[in-house]
């Protein structure tokens, strides 16, 4: 039987916000597996133990930028090692400065976005000339370029830790900026339901599923158990099923219609979010990048 260490549990706490022993009885019923505890904790304690999705090690800031004719516009992720380096002029102005030559020149990726001119020399020169000027290394994550079907919309968010980036065809200024602001806030992973990844639903099924069955009802019950908390969790994660945050007795959906607006599509970057953490840190994984960059 696998040993379970007090780190292991402390990180598992940290993660679900469980208590103590709970983790400590989820990591040995997963055999020491952190993901797996996860999800039993979840199947025990609901949604409380979901809340690691916000916290964020990583450290960076996301730049947005739309062409004076609203035509185009861009996100971009740049991340350093420290908040102190995130907060540095120099480092925000050479983010912004990628994310206006994102919207621009429409680079095809990373390594072609590394290349374009930037201050008399190409972007990766720039970037590699800040790391030895700031002492600390700086990756360029990623990035999206939006084309307008409609009017775009940028917010950023907590110290530039949240990005979006909305593309709305009707309404009015007013009402882009509004939702841009909902999607920092709210954070859906999807338009609609049916824009929802099927792994990401069969995995929230399989919760459910779990969780129901617990409660000793008939199979019947059980089923209708199952489906009622799909449907709660496809609206809660997507935006047009999300209560308005400015109005929450009305949905994004509702909204829309009544002032005949659509969302053509949105993004959204949080900072350091779905990076890959294993046993390095997010500063080993920058460091990496960097020095595969160099």
Same mark, same amino acid.
């Not at 994550?141 to 909305?166: D, E, K, P, T």
């Not at 019950?221 to 945050?245: D, H």
């Given at each position: 039987?696998?040993?379970?260490?007090?780190?292991?549990?402390?990180?598992?706490?940290?993660?679900?916000?469980?208590?103590?022993?709970?983790?400590?009885?989820?990591?040995?019923?997963?055999?020491?597996?952190?993901?797996?505890?996860?999800?039993?904790?979840?199947?025990?304690?609901?949604?409380?133990a979901?809340?690691?999705?916000?916290?964020?090690?990583?450290?960076?800031?996301?730049?947005?930028?739309?062409?004076?004719?609203?035509?185009?516009?861009?996100l971009?992720?740049?991340?350093?090692?420290?908040?102190?380096v995130?907060?540095?002029?120099?480092?925000?102005?050479?983010?912004?400065?990628?994310?206006?030559?994102?919207?621009?020149?429409?680079?095809?990726?990373?390594?072609?976005?590394?290349?374009?001119?930037?201050?008399?020399?190409?972007?990766?020169?720039?970037?590699?000339?800040?790391?030895?000027?700031?002492?600390?290394?700086?990756?360029v994550?990623?990035?999206?370029?939006?084309?307008?079907?409609?009017?775009?919309?940028?917010?950023?968010?907590?110290?530039?830790?949240?990005?979006?980036?909305?593309?709305?065809?009707?309404?009015?200024?007013?009402?882009?900026?509004?939702?841009?602001?909902?999607?920092a806030?709210?954070?859906?992973v999807?338009?609609?339901?049916?824009?929802?990844?099927?792994?990401?639903?069969?995995?929230e099924?399989?919760?459910?599923?779990?969780?129901?069955?617990?409660?000793?009802?008939?199979?019947?019950?059980?089923?209708?158990?199952?489906?009622? %908390? &799909?449907?709660? =969790?496809?609206?809660? /994660?997507?935006?047009? @099923?999300?209560?308005?945050? #400015?109005? +929450?007795?009305? $949905?994004?959906?509702?909204?829309?219609?009544?002032?005949?607006? %659509? &969302?053509?599509? =949105?993004?959204?970057? /949080?900072?350091?979010? @779905?990076?890959?953490?294993? #046993?390095? +840190?997010?500063? $080993?994984?920058?460091?990496?990048?960097?020095?595969?960059?160099?």
């Amino acid at each position: 039987m696998m040993e379970i260490t007090a780190s292991m549990v402390k990180e598992l706490r940290e993660k679900t916000d469980a208590p103590m022993m709970e983790c400590k009885k989820a990591l040995a019923e997963a055999g020491g597996n952190l993901d797996k505890a996860g999800e039993i904790l979840r199947v025990r304690l609901g949604n409380k133990a979901s809340r690691a999705a916000s916290r964020i090690a990583a450290e960076g800031i996301v730049a947005a930028h739309i062409a004076d004719d609203g035509g185009t516009g861009a996100l971009v992720e740049v991340n350093c090692e420290t908040d102190f380096v995130a907060k540095n002029e120099e480092f925000r102005a050479f983010a912004g400065a990628l994310a206006k030559l994102v919207a621009l020149q429409n680079p095809a990726d990373a390594a072609a976005l590394s290349q374009l001119p930037l201050k008399g020399t190409t972007v990766d020169e720039t970037r590699r000339a800040l790391v030895g000027k700031i002492g600390e290394n700086i990756a360029v994550r990623r990035f999206v370029r939006m084309v307008a079907r409609g009017r775009l919309a940028n917010y950023i968010h907590g110290g530039s830790r949240i990005g979006v980036l909305v593309d709305v065809a009707g309404g009015d200024d007013a009402l882009a900026r509004d939702l841009a602001m909902h999607i920092a806030a709210s954070k859906p992973v999807a338009l609609s339901a049916a824009e929802v990844p099927d792994a990401l639903v069969q995995k929230e099924r399989e919760i459910a599923a779990a969780k129901a069955a617990e409660s000793g009802k008939p199979a019947g019950i059980v089923e209708k158990m199952v489906e009622g %908390a &799909v449907q709660k =969790f496809l609206r809660e /994660v997507t935006l047009l @099923g999300q209560p308005f945050v #400015k109005n +929450d007795k009305q $949905s994004v959906e509702q909204l829309l219609k009544s002032r005949n607006a %659509a &969302v053509a599509g =949105f993004a959204l970057y /949080v900072v350091g979010e @779905g990076l890959e953490k294993k #046993k390095d +840190d997010f500063a $080993s994984e920058v460091r990496a990048q960097v020095s595969r960059a160099m």
